[in-house]
């Protein structure tokens, strides 16, 4: 019961966003549609930007789950493809909330997802510290890239998707890809 209400209430604002910007969106104008009471509404969610992270956890990190021998290529279109099939949803998220707010919100996901392909990748044999850098990283990285693709409206194919997945596996690939550099020491004066 409690799934069915919080998705007939996360629908009614996938709907309402078709028609109006997120911050006009009132919690009338979702109880109103769904005919139901505030109290309802205030018993599932608190703000509606806690009903948009319940449709990012049901809409999108659960479709995102990597498969046991997924590659990083095939993940990645994966999670292409899960955009575009929602894409003037996505976008006008994207374009009306500030993008710190949405990062937490699908940053979690994302990262399990690339210490798993990582891991699998052979990178685990680093260091913990180093490993835990690298997945915060480029976690981070994929996050904002894939905001960006939806903010400037990118289309990118299968084929330039691959492309793009393969260059930074590449890199990633190639080893090492710092040149380790000595920092000089600067002493300081204390003055006084």
Known sequence: MCYATKRKIADCVKQLMKKKDIRKITIQDIMDATNMSRQSFYYHFKD???VLEWITQYDFTDRISCEEDQTMEEWALHVLHVL???RPFFERVVNQIEWPKLVPMINGPIEEQMRT???RNHLASIDRQAFDFCVHFVTNSYCYYMLDYMYHRKHKTDGQMRAEVN???MLVAAQPLFCPVDV???QSRMVG
Do not use: K, N, R, T
Request: net charge negative.
């Open 167 to 169: 260059s930074l596996l």
């Open 84 to 86: 575009e099939q929602e």
């Open 117 to 119: 392909i990582l891991q």
């Open 48 to 50: 509606i930007y806690d």
């Open 184 to 186: 000089p020491q600067v």
